[in-house]
């Protein structure tokens, strides 16, 4: 069975300033999807950035980050320009590719992430 | 409405109450799911729905009890439940399989914070 790990219960980072979330992951498949979400204090559970395990290229959106290394299964996570808005638990996954139909998502226990003013 | 809704957001129970808790998407998804967050665990997923027939049950006790309808909505009916349910419940929605090349992300309601006495 496939399994997440965060290894960073909290971590903090100055406003303005660049913070790295680490994500590992254990699986013996070789096509899958890699996601991070974002859960606020308000408890909405927000897609942050998500990456095909096909794909060489790292995933970028906006501020958000990923540097993915396959072969070292790991997903690690960079905000660039910390904003208050961004303080909230951090939560990555992983998804089979599924040949049909559904697979579930796999979820690490997280990082809550606080930012400093 | 947009996005995922969950009501209610807050859920006071009793352990010989019966409730339930709805799920509706505006996404145009076919599959749902439910998720159980417990405080210092990982998401635990419980239920999911795809083209409105059940695809997994998670070995979820059968006091918790899954309803999907339509594509649009899905219910979790409780009954003598315990006080180590209470938990955030989150519902998530995506579409059930969007092909080799698709991405079939999954979206999050609010969650409803259940609290078992």
């Known amino acids: 069975a496939q399994t997440v790990t965060q290894s960073q219960p909290e971590m903090s980072v100055q406003e303005a300033e660049t913070v790295t979330l680490s994500c590992t992951y254990d699986?013996?498949?070789?096509?899958?999807?890699l996601f991070w979400y974002k859960q606020p204090p308000s408890r909405q559970m927000i897609l942050v950035i998500r990456?095909?395990?096909?794909?060489?290229q790292n995933a970028t959106e906006n501020r958000f980050s990923v540097n993915f290394q396959k072969a070292a299964k790991s997903f690690s996570l960079k905000i660039s320009d910390s904003q208050l808005g961004d303080a909230a638990m951090y939560f990555c996954?992983?998804?089979?590719?599924?040949?049909?139909?559904?697979?579930?998502?796999?979820f690490g226990k997280g990082t809550r992430l606080s930012v400093i003013a | 409405e947009t996005g995922v809704t969950q009501t209610p957001r807050h859920l006071v129970m009793g352990m010989t109450n019966k409730k339930s808790l709805k799920c509706e998407q505006h996404?145009?998804?076919?599959?749902m799911y439910w998720y159980k967050q417990s405080a210092k665990k990982p998401l635990e997923l419980m239920f999911v729905?795809?083209?409105?027939?059940?695809?997994e049950n998670n070995s979820v006790p059968s006091r918790f009890s899954p309803e999907c309808p339509n594509s649009s909505h899905l219910f979790l009916h409780l009954h003598t439940l315990q006080p180590e349910d209470s938990a955030l419940y989150l519902c998530?929605?995506?579409?059930?399989?969007?092909?080799?090349?698709?991405?079939?992300?999954?979206?999050f309601g609010p969650g409803t914070r259940l609290t078992v006495l």
């Open positions: 990456q095909e395990a096909y794909k060489q």
């Open positions: 996404l145009g998804h076919n599959a």
């Open positions: 699986t013996s498949e070789s096509d899958y999807y």
């Open positions: 729905y795809s083209l409105e027939e059940r695809v």
């Open positions: 998530a929605s995506s579409q059930a399989w969007a092909g080799p090349q698709g991405t079939d992300t999954q979206y």
């Open positions: 996954a992983y998804r089979s590719r599924p040949n049909s139909g559904n697979t579930p998502l796999v």
